[in-house]
């Protein structure tokens, strides 16, 4: 199974920071790599997929980047509303499809 | 646009099994697998298996090998999680899910059912 290792499990940050989140594969997976937006008590959120296709509906200044190993989820200026947990999931390789750990973005 | 909505809350006892359903509206239901995700306190998302409605395929994961099972009612446009012995650590939300012709991830999700397992 391909396993996806997130960076950092959480950081702190400010109103209008930016903020950079790590994913890095097992193994290739070409860009076959989606980025959820999780808040508390809700369903996980589509930002991202292909490694850096914006979802419709999802701000652009959230993007992403990466292929084959190593990928990057971008937030170019923290809003509150973007205080949650993003995970990276993988779809190149399944069963099983595979999450990141999660990276928690708290308020600083 | 795909709607998914799943069953209320249930309570367990050790060893015991819980069937959480997930109706769909929207979108033909045959046209896509309807996946099962685990969201156990402090801990990740963890993807369970899915099913393809239009053939009836399962595929779980290892971890969820032998006690999970997901079934579709097509007439009804709904799928099923079973998850039998469950233990304290099946505590958890379980979200079902969908995706659509653009690849293998989750663009439409239920609104969650959060199964507590308590003697």
């Known amino acids: 199974a391909i396993q996806l290792t997130q960076s950092p499990s959480s950081l702190s940050a400010s109103v209008g920071d930016r903020v950079t989140i790590t994913c890095r594969a097992s193994?290739?997976?070409?860009?076959?790599l989606a980025w959820y937006q999780q808040k508390p008590g809700k369903a996980p959120n589509l930002l991202i997929y292909?490694?850096?296709t914006l979802e419709s509906g999802v701000p652009s200044r959230f993007s992403g980047s990466g292929s084959g190993t190593d990928f990057t989820l971008t937030i170019s200026s923290l809003q509150p509303e973007d205080f949650a947990t993003y995970y990276c999931?993988?779809?190149?390789?399944?069963?099983?499809?595979?999450f990141g750990g999660g990276t928690k973005v708290e308020i600083k | 646009e795909a709607h998914l909505v799943q069953s209320g809350a249930e309570v367990k006892k050790p060893g015991a099994t819980v069937k959480i359903s997930c109706k769909v509206s929207?979108?033909?239901?045959?046209?896509?697998?309807i996946h099962w995700v685990q969201k156990a306190p402090g801990k990740g998302l963890e993807w369970m298996g899915f099913?393809?409605?239009?053939?009836?395929?399962?595929i779980y994961a290892e971890t969820f090998q032998g006690r999970v099972t997901i079934t579709a009612d097509t007439s009804t446009n709904t799928a099923y999680m079973e998850l039998t012995s469950l233990r304290s650590e099946d505590t958890a939300v379980y979200y079902c899910?969908?995706?659509?012709?653009?690849?293998?991830?989750?663009?439409?999700w239920g609104q969650g059912t959060l199964v507590t397992v308590s003697s």
């Open positions: 899910a969908t995706h659509g012709p653009r690849g293998l991830f989750f663009d439409h």
């Open positions: 929207g979108y033909t239901f045959s046209d896509y697998y």
């Open positions: 099913l393809d409605p239009e053939d009836g395929e399962e």
């Open positions: 193994q290739g997976i070409s860009s076959s």
């Open positions: 292909d490694a850096s």
């Open positions: 999931q993988q779809f190149n390789n399944y069963p099983p499809l595979t």
